[in-house]
């Protein structure tokens, strides 16, 4: 399973896909709700979340790289690497390609 990003307009040219883990990673630390696999968010705001993010993962990589460690019950043990700082940057260094077009377009940036 994966989440895409896009600009909301039929013609765009930039999308970034993602594994619903690293989609959920992304929303976290851009502070985006994500009750479902699906939403969007107005361009403009988007671009001032992914500046706040960029500066927030330059000065705290560790946060986001951390190995976590998952039991559920009697079942399998479930491990998560993490993602390290240079992907978290490039990606919402790609998610702010995507803004600026929907920006553009004066359209909103969705995923689903």
Same mark, same amino acid.
């Given at each position: 399973?994966?989440?895409? =990003? =896009?600009?909301?307009? !039929?013609? %765009?040219?930039?999308?970034?896909?993602?594994?619903n883990?690293?989609?959920? %990673?992304?929303?976290?630390?851009?502070?985006?709700?994500?009750?479902?696999w699906?939403?969007?968010?107005?361009?403009?705001?988007?671009?001032?979340r992914?500046? #706040?993010?960029?500066?927030?993962?330059?000065?705290?990589?560790?946060? =986001?790289?951390?190995n976590?460690?998952?039991?559920?019950?009697?079942?399998?043990?479930?491990?998560?690497?993490?993602?390290?700082? !240079?992907?978290?940057?490039? #990606?919402?260094? #790609?998610? #702010?390609?995507?803004?600026?077009?929907?920006?553009?377009?004066?359209?909103?940036?969705?995923?689903?």
């Amino acid at each position: 399973m994966s989440v895409s =990003f =896009f600009a909301t307009y !039929t013609g %765009h040219t930039h999308s970034l896909n993602v594994s619903n883990s690293n989609a959920m %990673h992304l929303l976290g630390i851009l502070e985006l709700d994500h009750p479902g696999w699906c939403g969007q968010v107005a361009a403009k705001e988007l671009l001032i979340r992914v500046e #706040r993010a960029i500066r927030g993962v330059t000065q705290m990589p560790d946060e =986001f790289t951390r190995n976590t460690t998952v039991t559920k019950g009697d079942g399998p043990l479930m491990i998560d690497f993490g993602v390290s700082d !240079t992907y978290l940057l490039d #990606r919402l260094h #790609r998610l #702010r390609v995507i803004a600026h077009e929907a920006q553009t377009l004066d359209a909103d940036v969705g995923w689903c």
